[in-house]
């Protein structure tokens, strides 16, 4: 694999009122890689997502795609350079339905406005048409769970799983080179997330899409990551393949504390 | 769950919720008391519905069938058992009719033995004759808990009876009243029709219905719900099946007849009715501009009145005569359709000047900003500094009406002109709105209305797409300016205060909001029937109780049914068509598919 640098985060940290959310991240993510972010609760990895994706300013550091710095860009215009995102809390547009979904999702993709709309131009309908075949497309990647009579129903009828599918959908709706998932298989059980565990292997043999992942399901992360970055209380305490991380005694202490004689 | 599982037998008449029964009882009461007081059953006594009873009676007795039968609703939940009907439910219905009444009662035994005169000036004499219905204060005691009782019983009796019978009661019920309240519109259609005949047998000389016409009337809505619903809703069921070319063809029928009906109908009604349906058009086309706004992208304007103006007042001084003296000559006199282009810049601009600000708040905060525009919009006509241009509070008059390639002029003085007008920009919105609906712009209102932060992180300009729908509702208001200030010949700034913005959310919020249909609904019921901020409805009666009504109306559908009187057709049509599809669907899948049900 030629190495390419997708994505490179340097130096980045975040302060919310004097509490360090995030301290000097520092890492890259390479073209095709599936990189799992990890770490126990509060260590920040939703809010580093927030920051690739634009939604929170970092105090310091640079965030660099394809050789573009993302500081200060509006969220819509880093989802235009390729950098989609899920919701860790499945945020969908609820009253819209499953096609809408992943159809509003290609907006930026997309060009045609009101006068298009309004007059029914041969071009708006060519629009209408692709917007229409790549939103069922993104659909059929999950199986038969999204299409059929599902297509034209609200998102608030899907069950809690689907909807975690449907907002991979939409994020791939968005054509990007790179996808932040947010927990993709909690409140999943073991098969679904196994299931969902291909899937994401797909994402990146089959449509070419890099992927950074936060996941707290290890068997998830063991199983597809090429690096595993480990967060606590905001600086990156170890790096490295899943082997490496999970038997690093930092680590291990993160997450299940220290020994009795150590902490005396 | 099928019903012959778990239903049980009746639950026995004293075996009640009371605490329920008693605060549904006492809202009625405080309800009755209040209309009693604000003199409703008075000044709506003139209004005679049938044989002398009134639209003012009717103010007293129509709550008491509507909370009764309310009471007497059981909740079913999901896996508990289900009572059959029987007693219960008749008892509960009477029970809060007599609670209810007895509010009445008390106040009319109140007024008897105290002088309420002093703090409510309202108070007239001939409402205690009501109350006491002709004879003295003890008969009232009596009388009115009976009543109460009574019309309570049969409306909780409605749960009892079989739904075919509920139709036989409540579909006559409802003809006659609507057929009395409708009395100018349809004597003037059998007017033309040449059918005075039947007017003259249905309505009494001096208005409302008599025995007789009423008996007919009910007679027929009867016969109507014995054999002609199945007709009915057999034909739409065979519409409804029809598929591909045959389908398309329906509905070009259907568009056919509605087109008929907006061109034929107005010919067939007075000058009084005209100017109704025009009132409409102008409020339904701001209205379909607001949903747009509130509908579809979410933005809660409450300054929309801002635009309205802004159409009126430019269409004003550029045909008028006689605008402000300040204008230098070379701002030209020029027909209504030529200013009507200028209309569209001046309100595209407006839209954008005040949208650049306010869409970068959110919610309640923009709300109050808009607010505040609306208001701002209408005192800069209104000041000295502009009176100029503007005329100040003499406005700008002598607008001359919408000359149409020279053929006719439409005016105020022919309103079946002006109704012809408004329907045409109508019919244009209605377009728009549907066309946009459905396209990529209105998918992404639809998602900044879902989940704003979502929808730009998804990669639409929130910013743009907002400003958008902003304008698109300014010009569409503007319109309506324009054609209302060609239908009035003159424009003031207190035709544009902020009542008119209150009203229109009204409309949309009542009618449903981000549906066509709903909105045209609750454009005729509300703006046709009760009238809007300072254009009279068919029901003058109304006229003083019109934003009580509209303030219940509001706050009862916010609490009740805040998808609107008549919810998104579409999405309804998937809810009742969803279990059957699931079931299929869960049959095909059973092998292969084991994920968790939803929680």
């Known amino acids: 694999m030629t190495e390419h640098r997708l994505l490179t985060i340097d130096n980045l940290s975040v302060t919310f009122g004097g509490l360090h959310a995030l301290r000097n991240l520092d890492f890259h993510v390479n073209e095709g890689e599936i990189v799992s972010v990890i770490g126990p609760n509060g260590a920040g990895k939703t809010t580093f997502f927030n920051m690739v994706s634009g939604m929170v300013a970092p105090t310091d550091g640079d965030i660099v795609f394809e050789g573009e710095s993302l500081i200060g860009l509006d969220p819509n215009r880093i989802t235009a350079l390729g950098i989609a995102r899920t919701f860790q809390n499945v945020r969908l547009f609820s009253n819209m339905t499953i096609l809408e979904n992943v159809m509003v999702a290609q907006h930026c993709r997309t060009s045609q406005g009101l006068w298009g709309a309004l007059l029914q131009t041969?071009?708006?309908?060519?629009?209408?048409?692709?917007?229409?075949?790549?939103g069922e497309k993104v659909l059929g990647f999950f199986g038969s769970r999204l299409v059929g009579y599902?297509?034209?129903?609200?998102?608030?009828?899907?069950?809690?799983?689907?909807?975690?599918r449907l907002e991979i959908a939409r994020a791939m709706a968005t054509k990007p080179k790179i996808i932040l998932l947010?927990?993709?298989?909690?409140?999943?059980?073991?098969?679904?997330?196994?299931?969902?565990?291909?899937?994401?292997?797909?994402?990146?043999?089959?449509?070419?899409?890099?992927?950074?992942?936060?996941?707290?399901?290890?068997?998830?992360?063991?199983?597809?990551?090429?690096?595993?970055?480990?967060?606590?209380?905001?600086?990156t305490i170890a790096a490295g393949n899943y082997a490496e991380v999970s038997a690093d005694p930092d680590v291990i202490e993160a997450y299940l504390g220290r020994p009795v004689e150590a902490a005396q | 769950m099928s019903p012959e599982a778990t239903l049980v037998p009746p639950r026995a008449a004293l075996d009640q919720d009371w605490h329920r029964i008693g605060s549904i009882g006492a809202v009625t009461a405080l309800t009755l008391v209040f209309i009693a007081l604000s003199n409703m059953p008075v000044e709506m006594g003139d209004f005679d519905l049938v044989a002398g009873f009134s639209l003012g009676d009717l103010s007293l007795l129509w709550l008491i069938p509507v909370t009764g039968y309310m009471a007497g609703r059981e909740a079913v939940l999901e896996g508990m058992t289900v009572h059959a009907k029987g007693g219960r439910e008749v008892a509960a219905?009477?029970?809060?009719?007599?609670?209810?009444?007895?509010?009445?009662?008390?106040?009319?035994?109140?007024?008897?033995?105290?002088?309420?005169?002093?703090?409510?000036?309202?108070?007239?004499?001939?409402?205690?004759?009501?109350?006491?219905?002709?004879?003295?204060?003890?008969?009232?005691?009596?009388?009115?808990?009976?009543?109460?009782?009574?019309?309570?019983?049969?409306?909780?009796?409605?749960?009892?009876?079989s739904p075919r019978v509920r139709r036989l009661i409540v579909t006559p019920a409802i003809t006659i009243l609507l057929s009395a309240v409708l009395e100018t519109v349809l004597t003037d259609i059998f007017g033309d029709m040449g059918l005075e005949d039947v007017s003259d047998f249905v309505y009494a000389p001096k208005g409302g219905l008599d025995i007789a016409g009423a008996l007919l009337i009910g007679v027929l809505a009867v016969a109507y719900s014995w054999w002609g619903r199945s007709v009915v809703s057999g034909a739409r069921a065979r519409f409804s099946a029809l598929e591909g070319n045959r389908r398309t063809q329906g509905n070009a029928v259907v568009l056919a007849v509605i087109v008929i009906a907006i061109v034929?109908?107005?010919?067939?009604?007075?000058?009084?009715?005209?100017?109704?349906?025009?009132?409409?058009?102008?409020f339904l086309l701001l209205a379909l501009g607001l949903n747009i706004v509130v509908g579809l992208a979410g933005i809660l304007d409450l300054g929309y009145v801002a635009f309205f103006a802004v159409g009126g007042y430019t269409a004003a001084i550029l045909t008028s005569a006689n605008r402000g003296d300040a204008w230098p000559d070379w701002v030209p006199h020029t027909p209504w359709f030529?200013?009507?282009?200028?209309?569209?810049?001046?309100?595209?601009?407006?839209?954008?000047?005040?949208?650049?600000?306010?869409?970068?708040?959110?919610?309640?905060?923009?709300?109050?900003?808009?607010?505040?525009?609306?208001?701002?919009?209408?005192?800069?006509?209104?000041?000295?500094?502009?009176?100029?241009?503007?005329?100040g509070a003499q406005g700008v008059t002598n607008i001359p009406g919408v000359s149409v390639f020279g053929l006719f002029t439409v005016k105020g003085t022919d309103p079946r002109a002006v109704f012809y007008l408004v329907a045409a920009f109508c019919a244009l919105a209605i377009y728009v709105s549907w066309r946009l609906e459905k396209s990529r712009l209105g998918r992404a209102w639809m998602a900044v209305r879902e989940d704003e932060s979502v929808a730009e992180a998804m990669?639409?300009?929130?910013?743009?797409?907002k400003l958008m729908a902003f304008v698109v509702g300014a010009v569409l208001a503007s319109f309506s300016g324009a054609i209302?200030?060609?239908?009035?010949?003159?424009?003031?700034?207190?035709?544009?205060?902020?009542?008119?913005?209150?009203?229109?959310?009204?409309?949309?919020?009542?009618?449903?909001?981000?549906?066509?249909?709903?909105?045209?609904?609750?454009?005729?019921?509300l703006i046709g029937v009760l009238g809007g901020p300072r254009q009279p409805g068919l029901l003058q009666e109304f006229s003083s109780f019109k934003l009580l009504i509209y303030g219940v109306l509001l706050v009862w559908m916010m609490l009740m049914r805040p998808e609107g009187l008549i919810p998104n057709v579409r999405r309804t049509r998937e809810l009742h068509h969803t279990e059957f599809l699931q079931d299929a669907w869960l049959a095909d899948q059973a092998d292969t598919d084991d994920e968790m049900a939803p929680q």
């Open chain 2, 93 to 161: 219905g009477a029970m809060t009719g007599l609670v209810g009444c007895i509010g009445l009662s008390l106040l009319t035994l109140g007024i008897h033995n105290f002088d309420i005169r002093d703090p409510l000036v309202n108070w007239s004499p001939q409402t205690l004759e009501k109350l006491s219905i002709g004879g003295s204060a003890a008969s009232a005691v009596v009388i009115w808990p009976l009543l109460g009782a009574v019309l309570g019983a049969i409306a909780g009796g409605m749960h009892i009876v």
């Open chain 1, 182 to 235: 947010d927990e993709p298989v909690a409140g999943m059980n073991p098969k679904e997330s196994a299931e969902l565990t291909t899937l994401i292997g797909r994402l990146r043999s089959e449509w070419g899409i890099t992927i950074v992942m936060i996941e707290h399901d290890m068997s998830v992360v063991a199983e597809v990551s090429d690096r595993v970055v480990v967060l606590d209380h905001g600086e």
């Open chain 2, 459 to 465: 990669g639409i300009n929130t910013v743009n797409i």
């Open chain 2, 338 to 391: 030529v200013a009507l282009l200028v209309v569209i810049v001046f309100a595209a601009a407006t839209g954008l000047f005040i949208g650049a600000p306010v869409i970068r708040m959110r919610g309640d905060y923009l709300a109050i900003v808009t607010l505040g525009f609306g208001e701002i919009i209408r005192l800069l006509f209104l000041s000295d500094w502009l009176s100029g241009y503007t005329g």
């Open chain 2, 264 to 282: 034929g109908l107005p010919q067939l009604l007075g000058g009084i009715t005209n100017e109704l349906l025009a009132n409409v058009g102008l």
């Open chain 1, 122 to 134: 041969r071009a708006f309908r060519r629009e209408e048409q692709s917007i229409r075949e790549f």
């Open chain 1, 150 to 164: 599902r297509l034209d129903q609200p998102a608030s009828m899907l069950s809690y799983a689907n909807r975690r």
């Open chain 2, 484 to 525: 209302f200030a060609a239908k009035v010949g003159s424009v003031f700034p207190s035709s544009f205060i902020i009542l008119v913005s209150i009203v229109i959310l009204v409309v949309v919020i009542v009618g449903g909001m981000g549906n066509i249909v709903g909105v045209v609904a609750g454009s005729v019921v």
